[in-house]
């Protein structure tokens, strides 16, 4: 079926929690769901960059329902004071687990657990966020996980999750990101085998870069360089806000179901459709093996068998 990015269902009375919403795809997924009239939640880790994006956001869109969540996904503490706002408030609608580095430290760094800082930042710390914060999902909400087409490119090194031998920032990246897919899928089959009615829902946003992106005071402020460079690419590119479009309709199509894996039409840009994932990232296999891991490096045993 089709999805219209310009005329969004009505999201009055809806509630979404994005992380990293303070920039790029995570900022104009906030937006635009502001737009559709849901009160969105920014989850975000600096202060100043928050207050930014909230005013941002105001600016832009008449009347929207908009409000800060202090959250770092590298810090427990962080995630776990998140988690419990979230739930003291409940009815949250959707969570999109979108926080993450894109481009990757040169050598290997660590977070204040030990945790290889890519994995920390793009599973880890949404692993924690979603375990703690389940009960806060309404019924028949969705969790939203950004995955990548770099998924395809790269392999999930099981036997090595953190990167102690071997590391580089595109094995980190790629590897973060199939393992945040396997997470979305296997997160569905289990959700599914608990009688949850909430659904796990995998997208990615093809390549989006902030040079061919609405430029937002505060939130999106590329140099004519990079926009001059990006635009060089602009073929097979798209900005951050038609990124977005695919985050949206995982959160607001009516149609979709859990285990769904939505990307742009022309695979690195274009509307938002259904879209093919790996084999690997949809292993039943491959979700039994990476759980476990995903559950001591991050400390915290997931609610669901
Ligand atoms: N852009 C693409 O082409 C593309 C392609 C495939 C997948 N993706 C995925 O889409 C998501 C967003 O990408 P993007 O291009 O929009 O990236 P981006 O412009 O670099 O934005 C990343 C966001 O994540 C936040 N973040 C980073 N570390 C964090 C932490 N420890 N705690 C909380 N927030 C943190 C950043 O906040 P700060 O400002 O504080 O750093 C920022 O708001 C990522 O998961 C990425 O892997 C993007």
């Known amino acids: 079926m089709g999805w219209d990015a310009t005329a969004l269902p009505e999201a009055r009375g809806r509630t979404v929690v994005v992380t990293g919403a303070n920039a790029g795809v995570g900022y104009f997924t906030a937006e635009q769901l502001a737009g559709a009239g849901a009160n969105v939640v920014l989850g975000c880790r600096d202060p100043e960059r928050a207050e930014a994006a909230v005013s941002a956001i105001r600016r832009r869109v008449p009347r929207a329902s908009v409000e800060a969540l202090p959250l770092d996904v590298t810090d427990r503490r962080s995630i776990d004071a998140a988690a419990d706002s979230l739930l003291a408030r409940g009815g949250v609608d959707a969570l999109v687990l979108n926080a993450g580095i894109v481009h990757p430290p040169r050598s290997r760094r660590t977070d204040a657990y030990g945790n290889e800082l890519v994995l920390s930042t793009n599973v880890l710390g949404h692993f924690r966020l979603v375990a703690r914060a389940l009960p806060a999902v309404a019924d028949g909400g969705r969790i939203v996980t950004l995955g990548s087409l770099a998924s395809r490119l790269g392999r999930l090194r099981l036997e090595d999750l953190q990167l102690e031998h071997g590391y580089t920032s595109w094995r980190a990246y790629s590897g973060s990101k199939i393992a945040a897919q396997v997470f979305g899928f296997e997160l569905d089959r289990r959700l599914r085998a608990a009688g949850s009615s909430v659904e796990s829902i995998v997208v990615h946003p093809g390549y989006s870069t902030s040079g061919r992106t609405p430029g937002i005071r505060g939130v999106n402020q590329p140099s ?12 097979w590119t798209q900005g951050k806000d038609d990124g977005a479009h695919v985050p949206v309709r995982a959160v607001l199509d009516p149609t979709l179901t859990g285990g ?26 491959q979700g039994a093996r990476l759980w476990p891991l995903l559950e001591a490096a991050s400390g915290q045993p997931f609610p669901l068998p």
């Open 260 to 285: 769904d894996h939505l990307g742009p039409a022309l695979w690195t840009k274009g509307a938002p459709v259904h879209a093919p994932a790996t084999r690997s990232s949809r292993s039943p296999r």
């Open 224 to 235: 004519r360089l990079k926009r001059f460079a990006d635009n060089l690419q602009a073929a």
